[in-house]
């Protein structure tokens, strides 16, 4: 990845404003991470990422349900993946100096969750804007 690690970028705009969104707001609680901090703000933001990112999976799942995704129950199963590594970090991160957890969001956002959005998600695009399109009245009717 060329990237520097959770930093945003345009190319993660689908024009689906409530998935880009949550999306931009995952990558900004990761980039709290940098710099200095003390136990409790990063364990406190460490568990609010974690809420978030159940958050944003819960509805992007009803979005794809909405729309008759027909690859939703794979997708889900990618995401419950991604809770299980941010459980694990949770469990681990007692144990952990501050670098070492940041070392470890670095890598679920800018490298598991990147690469999510960019493959996975990315699949998912023409069928959600389709459907929003036509519920706004905005695809030409048959």
Same mark, same amino acid.
């Given at each position: 990845?060329?990237?520097?690690?959770?930093?945003?970028?345009?190319?993660?705009?689908?024009?689906?404003?409530?998935?880009?969104?949550? +999306?931009?707001? =995952?990558?900004?609680?990761?980039? #709290?991470?940098?710099?200095?901090?003390?136990?409790?703000?990063?364990?406190? /933001? %460490?568990?609010?990422?974690?809420?978030?990112?159940?958050?944003?999976?819960?509805?992007?799942?009803?979005?794809?349900?909405?729309?008759?995704?027909?690859?939703?129950?794979? +997708?889900?199963? =990618?995401?419950?993946?991604?809770? #299980?590594?941010?459980?694990?970090?949770?469990?681990?991160?007692?144990?952990? /100096? %501050?670098?070492?957890?940041?070392?470890?969001?670095?890598?679920?956002?800018?490298?598991?969750?990147?690469?999510?959005?960019?493959?996975?998600?990315?699949?998912?695009?023409?069928?959600?804007?389709?459907?929003?399109?036509?519920?706004?009245?905005?695809?030409?009717?048959?």
């Amino acid at each position: 990845m060329n990237e520097p690690l959770s930093d945003w970028s345009e190319r993660l705009l689908f024009g689906i404003d409530l998935i880009d969104a949550q +999306h931009k707001q =995952l990558f900004d609680l990761a980039a #709290t991470f940098e710099g200095n901090g003390d136990d409790i703000r990063v364990m406190k /933001t %460490l568990a609010s990422l974690s809420t978030y990112v159940v958050q944003h999976f819960r509805e992007e799942e009803a979005l794809l349900e909405l729309c008759g995704y027909p690859k939703l129950e794979a +997708h889900r199963e =990618l995401h419950r993946r991604f809770r #299980t590594m941010i459980v694990a970090l949770l469990e681990d991160a007692r144990q952990m /100096t %501050l670098d070492e957890i940041a070392a470890r969001v670095h890598y679920l956002i800018n490298g598991w969750f990147y690469d999510h959005i960019m493959v996975a998600d990315l699949d998912y695009v023409p069928l959600v804007r389709a459907h929003l399109a036509a519920a706004a009245g905005e695809a030409p009717a048959d």
